[in-house]
């Protein structure tokens, strides 16, 4: 009779462990299917990547690195104003780090998700700025002294490159990469007909940018031929570079050497 008890007993307690866990799969798939389906909504996939890309990075290691096929430049991107239908819109430039009130490089990027019908998950558009002059300097200025939103959709002029961006594979260091199609898109500074970039974003805060000219034979007459630009997140303090040569005044024949390696003014 105890050994029948205890069987019994066990029956019931086995039972009800394994509907406890049953109930606890199913809560626990539901949540994880929340946070899932949160983590994958295509519009958050495009604030991730508006958030990568803004702040002040620079290409300092780079530069120390090979200076004979890197500068040492700044890249600032800031949040400029916002679509009616959601897209993000950020102003960016880049400068040499020595004249950062001088940016050689002004665009507006747009920022949202693929269309449905494609296999990638943001859509990243360049623009031209109407009156680049007056957008010098935008992220670092108070927003009060920075041209209003109205301004700014009224000065986003022609369309210069899209690149599409997917999520990265497992394994990994980048969270999105992407490119321009292999047709690029129509260029003609410093002899070239079209220019093509790739874009990756990566886990540490970094920005990987590789934007290259082509001339009607396929030939590369600007941007790096060794590799992207990789623009790091700025130091917490940059006092320890004050006194380094790559921040000094660059000689005048710069500009005929930037022709090779990047672009500056470009249409």
């Known amino acids: 009779m105890g050994s029948g008890e205890e069987t019994g007993n066990g029956g019931v307690s086995g039972v009800v462990r394994g509907a406890v866990l049953k109930a606890l799969v199913v809560v626990g798939g539901v949540l994880l299917l929340r946070r899932l389906r949160r983590s994958t909504t295509r519009w958050d996939h495009a604030r991730a990547v508006a958030d990568a890309l803004s702040g002040e990075k620079f290409s300092r290691e780079q530069a120390r690195k090979d200076p004979d096929n890197y500068f040492n430049l700044r890249m600032l991107t800031c949040p400029a104003t916002e679509m009616m239908d959601g897209s993000s819109v950020l102003y960016f430039e880049q400068a040499f780090w020595r004249t950062p009130e001088k940016p050689f490089r002004q665009r507006f990027y747009m920022v949202k998700p693929c269309p449905k019908e494609m296999k990638c998950d943001v859509e990243l558009s360049s623009y031209a700025i109407r009156d680049a ?102 130091p917490k303090s940059k006092y320890d570079d004050m006194f380094s040569p790559l921040n000094f005044s660059a000689p005048l024949s710069l500009e005929k050497k930037m022709g090779k390696a990047y672009v500056i003014d470009d249409q």
């Open 133 to 234: 002059e007056e957008y010098k300097n935008f992220c670092d200025r108070p927003k009060d002294q920075r041209p209003q939103s109205e301004e700014v959709i009224a000065d986003i002029a022609e369309h210069l490159t899209t690149i599409h961006l997917s999520r990265c594979g497992r394994g990994k260091r980048c969270l999105y990469e992407g490119s321009t199609p292999p047709e690029g898109f129509p260029n003609n500074w410093n002899g070239a007909s079209y220019c093509t970039s790739d874009l990756s974003i990566h886990k540490n805060g970094e920005v990987h940018i590789w934007d290259k000219g082509f001339d009607d034979d396929g030939n590369q007459v600007w941007g790096t031929k060794v590799g992207p630009y990789e623009f790091k997140p700025a």
